[in-house]
């Protein structure tokens, strides 16, 4: 035994031997307070009361011990136990609350408290490793094109026509690439704050216009018709640059996902205190898993990569639209299209 639990337990004892001691002091002197005393006969009985003090003491030492160990130091030891195997890296480590005395509420809520940190931990490691894994294979692809594309143009005999077609394959690679860095730059900086938002007041719906009118040559390339609802001079508060990202991530994937001859919508409304921009689309739609990860690092509902993107868009618009206080919300339907709605608080209600 540790010499600190040795002190601690002799400390214990003591305290209650010595309230032992003066709860029986004063009831004797309480009882015989108005008795004539027989001197001789305390003295034959001191030595037995002392003896019957030291015995309650240990009793009540011992009942306190049972009741310390089985309440206290059990459950602080299963918690204990649960924390040490996270600190050695095993993030699956939980407590069970059922194992818990569940009329001591505390230990309850330090163990729920420690699993949602678990859960979260297991979480964050999860990501760790398919961000690893997705940007080695987001980089490894326009790589692999541009190699294959090299190799071609070392050919002899190419004509003008292939040369250029080659040229405009290592071209389109090396943007994606610049692209994606760009990307994880600007989410990293996000997540970790060393961008912070720069607030000023500024006409959202000629924001939104321009942002809209840059898609313009895509959505004619595709033939798609255009519903935009924007009224006009509603005002907000917030960093322009950075809602920016959100405008041209949101059209951009409503322009990349409609079928040719489909329908992107966008509004702009006012609701109160808040002002809506909707973003909508007649596309493919997602699925209910899809939706449940859409806003995640790098996830892509296509899972072949088939279509441009390389699945951070999304998450920037979260980060953006969390920054700027505002909410995000999405509904979608697989073959019916989606709908992204950001609420931006007004400029005449800001605070």
Known sequence: MKREQRF????????????????????????????????ALIRRNAPLTFLNILLLSLFCCG?????????????IQRIHDAARRMAEGDLTARNDTADLPHYNKDFIDIAEDFNTMARELSGTETLRTDFVSNVSHELKTPLAVMRNYAALLKQPGLSDAERREYAAGIEGATERMSTLITNILKLNKLENQQIAPQPE??????QVTQCLLGFEELWEKKKLDIDADIDEGVTVHADPELLTLVWNNLLSNAVKFTGEGGTVGVSVKTE???????????GCGMS????????DKFYQGDTSHATEGNGLGLALVKRVVYLTGGELNVTSAEGEGSAFTVRIRRDDHAE
């Open 8 to 39: 601690f337990l002799i400390w214990r004892y003591a305290t209650f031997f010595l309230l032992i001691a003066f709860v029986i002091t004063c009831s004797f002197f309480l009882f015989f307070h108005s008795m004539e005393l027989d001197i």
């Open 272 to 282: 109160g205190e808040w002002a809506v921009v909707t973003v909508t689309d007649t």
């Open 63 to 75: 009942v306190e011990w049972l009741l310390r160990r089985w309440t206290v130091d059990k459950p």
């Open 201 to 206: 007041t500024f006409d959202l719906s000629e």
């Open 288 to 295: 209910a898993e899809t939706l449940r990860h859409v806003f």
